[in-house]
């Protein structure tokens, strides 16, 4: 080779390369941590997703990707899709992705789509990124506390938060023993990726039967529950700290329509919200001072040009965007199958094809299928372990 020729490859700063990874997608990042030591420690550094996933949430004009969770009405079995729609589109695009399918036996705690992570329970429970089609299973669980008589219950509930202080998803996994009046609670955590494959037993806090739901908003989980097990006892908000890991109650206005399956907790402009739609109205119960307990009523008319949403037996409130945006879902996996995102402060809906979920083989028919969830999903490079 002729040395007066030969042009040495100018240096390139690893500060700089390990900016210019965070801009990728999480398929090219799998394939580049093969490229050297160093580049695979960068990757799966936690300082490294963490700023991955601030990039990925703020990309303008990138396309915004659902999660949709189903049950099939005959077997029970819930399976997740991941779509993608690019802007300004009323289609998603053709070949969605099928994350994962959970047996009917197990139970039916689905997890919203959290910082990129989804958990669910198989009996013991599990966390999945979708984006790297990793699974890691946490060890099992069970009521410590023996039953105090034949007649006594075991109930479990679940919950899943990130904290955005530690930078940690965690797990809250809730047994309650029931016997006659009384109830006795047992909280335990698991933070994933922590490097401790172990559930951590925390305080038990004031005693409660939640509700079978859960939202994390701003690294609190929110759920309703009965602070008694009898069926005249009121229905408070329970509100969890991640970070600090402690309960604490909050009262629910009684103008508010908190007790129906109708009725879901969404997050609205990065607060808690109750929603219930009825025939052309959504009525909102929004909490703007969790201290006080201070919650603002909001009415909704939907416009006569979205009025499709308000035919409850085809279209059922299914989610949220990170934008805002309310989606309305066809309760049934149909060809073609919709969802509505619907705007609230410009009082618009736009209507999405949902393409390709039926060329899935189901047991069964797709007709079988009910949706359970649909929302917006962001891409993480973070590791499970």
């Known amino acids: 080779m002729d040395e007066e020729n030969y042009t040495r490859p100018e240096y390139i700063p690893h500060e700089l390369v390990s900016e210019i990874l965070t ?22 550094h ?6 991955h996933l601030s990039n990925s949430s703020a990309g303008a004009g990138a396309p915004v990707t659902l999660v949709l969770s189903f049950i099939n009405r005959f077997n029970s079995e819930r399976t997740v899709f991941s779509v993608k729609i690019l802007p300004n589109q009323t289609k998603s695009l053709p070949n969605p992705t099928h994350i994962l399918t959970i047996p009917g036996f197990a139970h039916p705690f689905v997890s919203q789509s959290l910082n990129g992570l989804i958990c669910f329970n198989l ?16 060890p099992w669980t069970k009521a410590e506390i023996s039953p105090l008589s034949p007649a006594s219950t075991h109930h479990r509930r679940n919950a899943f938060g990130f904290d955005p202080v530690s930078n940690a998803h965690k797990v809250l996994d809730t047994w309650i023993t029931c016997h006659e009046d009384e109830m006795i609670m047992e909280h ?4 994933v990726g922590a490097g401790c494959n172990k559930w951590r037993r925390i305080a038990d806090g004031p005693p409660y039967f939640p509700f079978n739901e859960s939202v994390c908003i701003n690294g609190q989980i929110y759920f309703r529950a009965l602070t008694s097990v009898t069926a005249s006892e009121e229905v408070v908000m329970v509100a969890f700290d991640v970070n600090r890991e402690e309960f604490r109650f909050i009262q629910i206005p009684d103008d508010a329509i908190s007790n129906s399956e109708e009725a879901v907790l969404i997050e609205l402009d990065q607060r808690l919200a109750i929603v219930h739609h009825q025939d052309n109205i959504l009525s909102m119960w929004v909490l703007m001072d969790e201290e006080d307990a201070k919650w603002l009523k909001k009415r909704v008319e939907i416009p006569g040009m979205c009025s499709e949403i308000n035919d409850r037996r085809r279209f059922k409130f299914a989610g949220t965007t990170f934008s805002g945006e309310l989606i309305f879902a ?15 402060k410009k009082n618009e809906a736009k209507k999405i094809e949902i393409c390709g979920l039926t060329d899935f083989k189901f047991d069964y028919s797709s007709a079988l299928m009910n949706v359970i969830s649909v929302n917006e999903h962001v891409e993480t490079i973070k590791c499970l372990t």
């Not at 936690?46 to 700023?51: G, L, T, Y």
């Not at 996996?333 to 995102?341: E, G, H, R, S």
């Open 23 to 44: 801009r990728l997608d999480v398929k090219s990042l799998t394939r580049f941590r093969s490229v050297s030591t160093r580049w695979n420690s960068t990757i799966v």
């Open 46 to 51: 936690p300082s490294f997703s963490k700023s």
């Open 123 to 138: 009996g013991a429970m599990c966390v999945c990124n979708p984006s790297t089609h990793k699974f890691h299973k946490l």
């Open 188 to 191: 335990k955590i698991f933070t």
């Open 330 to 344: 066809e309760r049934s996996l149909t060809k073609p199958f919709y969802v509505f995102l619907y705007d609230l």
